[in-house]
C-alpha cells in the first residue's frame, strides 16, 4: 500500500517536472522567435530635471483656472490613472472614482490610460488616436502642426505639450474664472494660437522663486527669458519616465532567464497569448503594442468627440481614411492587471471581459451591458442597431483569426496578464510632493479614493 502511494506520488512529481519543462522549452522557442527581451532601464535624467517635473506635475497652476494637475488625471496611488471610465477634467473635484463633475461641464471622451513606461525606446506614438507621432527622422508629428517648437526631446514631451492647451482637460472655458475668482488669462487665448497659450503658462510658472530656481539649474544656458513650454514638457518628461518605469514584472524575470517566476498557467496562458489566441499579433513586440489602430468593436458612449460627436471616430479623426473609423491604437499591458476599468473609454470593469470581448467582438458588442457603467454614462449609451452596424462595419479581421478559447484557456490568460504586474507599482504614493511652489492644494483626501482593480 505505502510502496504503491510513493510510486504515484514519484510519478506524478516526474510528470508535472516533465509538463514544466516541455512547457519551457516551447515557450523559449516563442520568446526566441518574437525576439522577446528584458526590458532594458534607460539611464536616468539629472536629479534636478525630474525634480522640476515632479513639482510640475502636481502642480495645478497649470490649468487655467488652478482646479486641475497631470496628477489628477494620471495619479502614482491609481497606477498612473484615475479609475474612472472617461476621465473629469475643468471644474471636476475630487480624485479617482468618487471624482465629481464640475457644473456644466462635459465628461472628456476618453479614459485616462496608464502612462508606464512611456519613456522606454520605440515609444513614438501617443493618444488613442495617434495624434502625437514622432517620426522615424525625429521630427514630430502633433495637432499644433507649424507652431510646434523646436527643443522638444522626446515624444513623451511632445505629448506634454497638449494637455495644458485642451479647454476640457486643464485650460478651461474663455468665461471661466480661477478658483480664486480671478480672471483665468489661458483661457482667454485663441485656440489657434497654442505658442501664446505656452508663453502665458511660463509667465505664470516663473513668478514663483522656487521655479525660477529649478529651471535655472536644470538649464544653466538657457536665459529665463528664453525659456519655453517645451523645457517645462521636457522635465515632466523626464519624471514620468524616472517614476513610472516598472520592467520587474515576474513574466520580464522570466524572460530574464528566472524559470520558476510564473506558474503553470501563466506559462499556458504565455504560449497561448503568443500562439492560438493571436494576441500578440497586435500586443507585438517587447512594448507589447504594434503602436497600430485597430477597430476591435469597443462599444460606444460618452459625449463623443470634435466633429464626431456623439460619437468618438478615434483614428479616423486624424486620418479621414474610412478603415480607420473606431479604431484606437493598441495599449501596451505592463501592469494592465491593475488599471481598470479597461479599453480608449473604460467600457469594462473586468479583464475577464476584455479578453471574452475579443474573442467576439461582434456579440459581446450586441450584447454589452451599460449598466456596469457609472449612471451619468449610461444614458449615453449607443447601443441601438444603426450605432451597432456604424461600429463593426470597420472592425479589424485580425480578430477572427483567433482560436475559440474555452473557459480554461481564458483563465490561464488572465494568469499571464497578471504576471505582467510589478509588485511595485502599488507603493508610488511616496512620489506625491508635500507641497508644490505655487502652493495651490494637491488632490485631498487620496484615502477616499478607493475603488481599486
Ligand atoms: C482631465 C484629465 C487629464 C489631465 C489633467 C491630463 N491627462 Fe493625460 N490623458 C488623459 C486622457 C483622457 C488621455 C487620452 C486622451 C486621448 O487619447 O485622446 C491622456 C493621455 C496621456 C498620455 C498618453 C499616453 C498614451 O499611451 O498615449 C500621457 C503621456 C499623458 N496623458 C500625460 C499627461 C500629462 C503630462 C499631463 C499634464 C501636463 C496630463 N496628462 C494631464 C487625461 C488627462
Ligand atoms: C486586432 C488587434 C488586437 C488583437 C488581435 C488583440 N488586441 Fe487587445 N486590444 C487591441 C486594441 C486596439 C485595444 C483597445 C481598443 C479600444 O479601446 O477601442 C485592445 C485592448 C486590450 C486590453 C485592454 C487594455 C487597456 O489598457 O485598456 C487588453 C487587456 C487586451 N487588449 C488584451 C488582449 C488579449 C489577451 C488578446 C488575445 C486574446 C488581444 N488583446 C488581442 C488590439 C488587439
Not at 509538463?19 to 526566441?32: G, R, V
Not at 509667465?203 to 527669458?225: A, C, G, H, S, T
Not at 521636457?234 to 519616465?241: C, H, K, L, P, S
Request: aromatic share 8%.
Amino acid at each position: 500500500m505505502k510502496k504503491s502511494i510513493f510510486f504515484i506520488i514519484c510519478v506524478a512529481i516526474l510528470s508535472l517536472g516533465f509538463i514544466q519543462d516541455q512547457l519551457d522549452k516551447e515557450l523559449q522557442k516563442t520568446i526566441q522567435s518574437e525576439q522577446l527581451t528584458p526590458p532594458q532601464k534607460e539611464e536616468s535624467a539629472n536629479p534636478d530635471k525630474i525634480e522640476l517635473g515632479r513639482l510640475l506635475f502636481f502642480d495645478k497652476i497649470l490649468s487655467g483656472n488652478k482646479d486641475i494637475s497631470c496628477a489628477t488625471c494620471h495619479h502614482p496611488t491609481l497606477q498612473s490613472g484615475d479609475s474612472l471610465s472617461l476621465a473629469i477634467g475643468v471644474g471636476g473635484k475630487g480624485l479617482g472614482s468618487i471624482r465629481k463633475m464640475g457644473k456644466n461641464r462635459l465628461r472628456i471622451p476618453r479614459n485616462s490610460p496608464e502612462i508606464f513606461n512611456r519613456g522606454a525606446e520605440g515609444w513614438h506614438t501617443m493618444f488613442w488616436d495617434g495624434r502625437v507621432k514622432q517620426l522615424e527622422d525625429g521630427q514630430f508629428e502633433t495637432p499644433a502642426e507649424e507652431k510646434f517648437p523646436q527643443g522638444v526631446e522626446n515624444v513623451l514631451a511632445a505629448q506634454a505639450m497638449f494637455p495644458v492647451l485642451s479647454r476640457d482637460e486643464m485650460r478651461g472655458r474663455i468665461s471661466d474664472r480661477d478658483i480664486n475668482g480671478e480672471l483665468n488669462e489661458l483661457a482667454l487665448i485663441s485656440d489657434a494660437a497654442p505658442q501664446s497659450v505656452w508663453r502665458a503658462l511660463m509667465n505664470r510658472i516663473l513668478k514663483f522663486e522656487d521655479y525660477r530656481q529649478l529651471f535655472q539649474k536644470v538649464y544653466p544656458e538657457i536665459p529665463l527669458k528664453k525659456l519655453g513650454f517645451q523645457h517645462a514638457a521636457n522635465a515632466i518628461a523626464a519624471f514620468e519616465a524616472e517614476a513610472f518605469t516598472f520592467e520587474d514584472s515576474p513574466w520580464d524575470q522570466y524572460l530574464a532567464g528566472k524559470e520558476n517566476a510564473i506558474d503553470l498557467s501563466a506559462k499556458r496562458g504565455a504560449l497561448l497569448f503568443y500562439g492560438a489566441a493571436n494576441c500578440s499579433s497586435c500586443h507585438s513586440g517587447n512594448l507589447m503594442t504594434d503602436q497600430k489602430f485597430h477597430n476591435i468593436g469597443v462599444p460606444q458612449f460618452g459625449p463623443g468627440r470634435d466633429n464626431g460627436k456623439p460619437y468618438d471616430y478615434g483614428r479616423y479623426a486624424e486620418t479621414g481614411e474610412w478603415k480607420d473609423r473606431f479604431a484606437f491604437r493598441t495599449p501596451p499591458l505592463r501592469n494592465v492587471a491593475i488599471t481598470g476599468p479597461w479599453m480608449h473609454n473604460g467600457a469594462y470593469g473586468t479583464l475577464e471581459e476584455v479578453i471574452r470581448h475579443h474573442l467576439d467582438p461582434e456579440k459581446q458588442l450586441q450584447n454589452y451591458d451599460p449598466t456596469q457603467l457609472e449612471k451619468q454614462l449610461q444614458k449615453t449609451y449607443k447601443g441601438d442597431e444603426q450605432s451597432i452596424g456604424m461600429v463593426v462595419e470597420t472592425l479589424d479581421k485580425q480578430l477572427l483569426n483567433a482560436q475559440a478559447l474555452n473557459d480554461d484557456q481564458i483563465s490561464d490568460l488572465l494568469s499571464f496578464l497578471k504576471s505582467l504586474t510589478d509588485s511595485k507599482v502599488t507603493q508610488l504614493k511616496k512620489m506625491v510632493p508635500q507641497k508644490v511652489p505655487s502652493g495651490l492644494s494637491m488632490e485631498e483626501d487620496l484615502s477616499r479614493a478607493t475603488k481599486s482593480y
